[in-house]
Every structure is written in C-alpha cells, then in structure tokens.
C-alpha cells in the first residue's frame, strides 16, 4: 500500500479513470456490436440507424479523452464501409 500522500491520491485517481474507461469501452464495444449486428442480418435502415448513434458517440469519446481522433476516424470509417457495403447489394 501506498506510504505518501500523493501515492494515495494517485491510487483514488486511477480507481476512478479505470472506471470511468471501462464503462465507455464497454458502451463503444456494444455500440459497434449493434452496427455489425444490423449488417449482418442485412437490415439497411437499422444498419443506418446505428451508423448514425455509432459515429456520434465514438466522437463524443474523443473529446472525452478516451479515444485519439484517428482512432474514432477509422472505426467509424470500418462501421461506414461495412453498411455501405449491405446497402448496395
């Protein structure tokens, strides 16, 4: 255990910054999960739908700090793609 203060405080911040990352992984893991569900049953409009929730929240992430932008940039595109992909078809 942490003998000093400033050890102490890093330990309460890293408890809430590992909380705080683990709920928006999850959140972003199953916001992308529904897209590929969308997809894969061939449902264009659901698929657009969850495109359109997809691309706001994973930004909405970047300027939270839990995604770098080019990350956010290239799963969306990958999201984009794949439902671009059904609806042509």
Do not use: C, P, W
């Amino acid at each position: 255990m942490a003998n000093h203060k400033s050890a102490e405080k890093r330990i309460r911040q890293t408890l809430k910054k590992t909380q705080r990352n683990r709920y928006y992984e999850t959140r972003m893991k199953n916001i992308i999960k529904a897209v590929r569900e969308a997809v894969s049953s061939n449902n264009v409009v659901k698929a657009n739908e969850m495109l359109k929730i997809a691309n706001k929240d994973i930004h909405k992430f970047v300027s939270k700090g839990i995604l770098s932008k080019n990350t956010a940039a290239r799963k969306v595109s990958r999201l984009n793609a794949s439902v671009k992909k059904i609806a042509l078809t």
